[in-house]
């Protein structure tokens, strides 16, 4: 089947299966690799994009679900403030360590401050935990969604300071 | 860890033979400053030297640009761990140019750059010097180039920042306008170049980011799963899901019918120990032009495997072994101090308990996959992300009658490596199924094929046996280990080494060995042996400081005793370790103690307690405590962990060093609270995420990290600060709740005590 689909702003031709994840037709039909496989399931996060600026799981959304809706792949973030934020704050503390789940914490973060710029740690344990990072960088993650979001970064859970 | 361990940590990840990682250890010598050293031969001149206007190759990894860039060869396969900009790192600092002005490059396998692999924590003190006096060597050609240019003598001229001054009169010249002409000049000997005083470092040392994170976040193609080479298709691979299985039949007709399907055939196993072994397991291949056709046509994939089952395979079945051989002598003897039977007769208290941990898996975020095209004239191209390319392309040479020497192996970004990538499964498989479709394929396979064909860390049992005086001090220690091998010989990764404290610390110690036969392949996993022994050992530890009325930070202290050096191990051929330190022991006890307020870790809320333990390992001492209570759904609830950590005098790059030790302690946390493999009829249980509960964000506690900075080379810090946290997790919660985690993962408690 033909789909049109709109994707980083602009539409996008392919010929597939209606029931193929959005993510294969990403990675092997238009080449945008960043945005990865990791369960397939729902499960892990690896392959969150945005689908009208919500956070959904590529690898089960079948490219025939997607429709008219607006599609924003890692390779596209930089469209938006918060994920020009969101990014620069990521490489300012090094985030990452293998680097296969940023793309998703990446697009998961962008999605939680532009819904709520000011997150609570709550706020973002909620958000952020359906991305695993097999690396545990998630004391990075978290320092690095408040200070993009201009908040300070120590954590405010129970925390003996000296 | 001692010599033996490391080497047989090492061959652990190579089945076939020790390979590139002992040929690291043969050449391996002791460098003037006590570390590891690594005797790197550069050629005497340069390759494409002597061309203006054209990049000039200094030495293999080193090109200088005429604009002033530099591109640095990085050798080792970048995990996460981040050798891809250390290792530049120690280069640019030498070669004295800006970091700004560096290009960091993954190095194709070569011999030219001496061993390349990622495993055992040693990607620094291996190259921590050798590293230094490659870039010490570029400069010196830069000068020299410089001071012929002048006519001046190379004493009157030093070198910063990419450009090479004459100090008598204020010239300089950059160095990409030097380059061709230094390129033509004899190479010094690596012994020969003089090193910076560490006061001057200008790169080593500062926080430096990730050299490849930009192009993460733009989404750029570095990973494997990412490769595309022209006119490739994609496959899958089916393998039993009984280790060792061989098709009987399978319904090759009905896939190939099936659309986008391109080929679909039986690949022959290499032989009975293949699976055991990770070489090339038998399976069958179903090639597409899109992954997705090939995975979809697997959904109707039939096979007859033979065997479809092993009941004597199963978890079940091994404990129940296991209890039964615990009643039994071990079958035998690792290591017998003293008379145990006597001291413990004479003991004022004797102590026992019984410790298990489960099989796990690697559960790297990306699948294995390869890309790989072995063409018509015989040549071969690999694109893999691997921790150990070399052995790959041994394991395809050796399984497809391939000359090595016509192998290229391109080391992609790899998505998580933790041991698991030490194996290069995927990549024999690739390279199998390339050759038989005459095309390049990308083997890639799924979240249930990763967890179920992986080379799981072992489970372990240990009996324990303690014999305290009246002052509660330690005076016999006995485990009985329940381990796992096959045909009687202990499988990879799964044994007790000798020296495993309080081995030599204990007057009376026997530490004995039973074997389980085991027919599910096993391996290194991040911190192999320690990632399980730790919890073992360090929380029996804990339990006879308890019945012993004892401080267990005092205990230890006591145990391990005044700061001295302990005699260095014999060297084992050029290879020489650190001997083990106890005085930085104590100061990572100690700094950690100071960190977490353990002296007034009474003043806590009831419910709530710190837990401590300590372990060394790949060369590295560390301590750590962990605050935790018990939630009211019976989940622990971990609030902060603090981590005193010794890997010596330079944090090389601290953006990386804290990263690392929060990582891995978090890796830890996760490990102990929910990870478990099963075994069932010869197959494994979980098959994704959903049953496999990896750490979440909401579960991850803050991390302080604390460096303590001996007088010590430098060494890795990959895999030392994963062990102490789950002892010191279970240790905790024995000080919250009083009761005792003698089996991981801990999953939820009641709060009743036990």
Known sequence: MRFTIRINGRQRLVHSDADTPLLWVLRDDLRLTGTKFGCG?????????????????????????????????????????????????????????????????????????????????????????????????????????KRAAGLPTTDTREVDHE | MNETDVVESLENRHPHAAGVSRRAFLT?????????????????????????????????????????????????????????????????????????SVHAEQALLDPIYGPQFAGGSLGTPLNWIPMQQVGAAGRT??????????????????AARGKVYHRPSGRSVPYGALASAAAALPAPALESVTLKNPKDYTIIGKFTGGVDSPQVLAGDPLFGIDVRVEQMSYAVYEQSPVFGGRIVRANLAEIRALPGIRAAFIVRGSGPDAAIDMGLTEGVAIVADRWWDAQKARRKLRIDWDPHTRPEQSTSVFQHEAERLMRTAPQAVIRRDGNVEAALASAARVLTATYTYPFLAHATLEPQNCTAHVKRDGSVQIWAPTQAPAEGAQLVARTLGIDPGRITVHMTRVGGGFGRRLHNDYMVQAAM????????????WDRTQDFHHDAYRPAGFHKFTAGLAASGRPVAFRDHFITFGQNGRVASSAGLPGHEFPAGFIANLEYGQSVLQLDVPTGPMRNPGGNALAFAF????????????????????????????????????????????????????????????????????????????????HFGYVAEVVKASLGHDGAPKVHQIWAAVDIGRQIINPAGAYNQVQGAVLDGLGQALHLLITVDNGRIVQRNFDTYHLLRMREAPPVEVRFLRSDNPPTGLGEPALPPVLPALCNALYAATGRRIRSLPIGRLRSTAA
């Not at chain 2, 051929?573 to 990572?588: C, E, H, N, S, Y």
Request: hydrophobic share 45%; glycine share 8%.
């Open chain 2, 141 to 158: 050609l830069l000068i020299e180039a410089a001071a012929a240019r002048w006519r001046v003598p190379v004493h009157e001229c030093d």
């Open chain 2, 433 to 444: 199924i390339s050759k038989r479709i005459g095309r390049a394929v990308k083997v890639l």
């Open chain 2, 538 to 617: 360090e929380s029996f530890i804990d339990e006879m400081a308890h019945a012993g009325g004892l401080d267990p930070l005092a205990l230890r202290l006591d145990l391990y005793g005044p700061p001295r050096v302990l005699p260095a191990p014999p060297p084992q051929g050029a290879l020489r370790i650190p001997p083990f330190d106890t005085g930085r022991v104590r100061g990572v006890l100690e700094l950690v103690a100071h960190m977490s307020h353990w002296a007034q870790r009474h003043t806590l809320p009831a419910g709530t307690g710190l837990g401590l333990a300590f372990y060394y390992s």
């Open chain 2, 28 to 100: 391996a010598s002791l460098a003037a400053g006590g570390g590891l050293l690594l005797t790197l031969h550069l050629p005497p001149v340069a390759r494409a030297a002597g061309v203006p206007a054209a990049p000039a190759e200094l030495n293999p990894f080193i090109l200088i640009h005429p604009d002033g860039m530099v591109t640095i060869m990085a050798k080792n396969p970048e995990i996460g761990q981040g050798m891809k900009t250390t290792l530049p790192m120690l280069i640019a600092e030498e070669l004295d140019v800006e970091w700004k």
């Open chain 1, 41 to 145: 399931i729902a499960a892990c996060g690896a392959c969150t994009v945005h689908l009208d600026g919500l956070p959904i799981r590529s690898c089960v959304t079948p490219v025939s679900a997607v429709g008219t809706a607006e599609i924003v792949t890692i390779e596209g973030i930089d469209r938006s403030a918060w994920g020009r934020r969101v990014k620069s704050a990521w490489l300012d503390l090094d985030v990452m360590q293998c680097g296969y789940c940023q793309a998703g914490q990446v697009m998961t973060a962008t999605a939680l401050l532009t819904r709520n710029p000011h997150p609570t740690d709550a706020d973002i344990d909620e958000a952020m935990s359906g991305n695993i990072c097999r690396c545990c960088t998630y004391t990075r993650i978290r320092a690095a969604i």
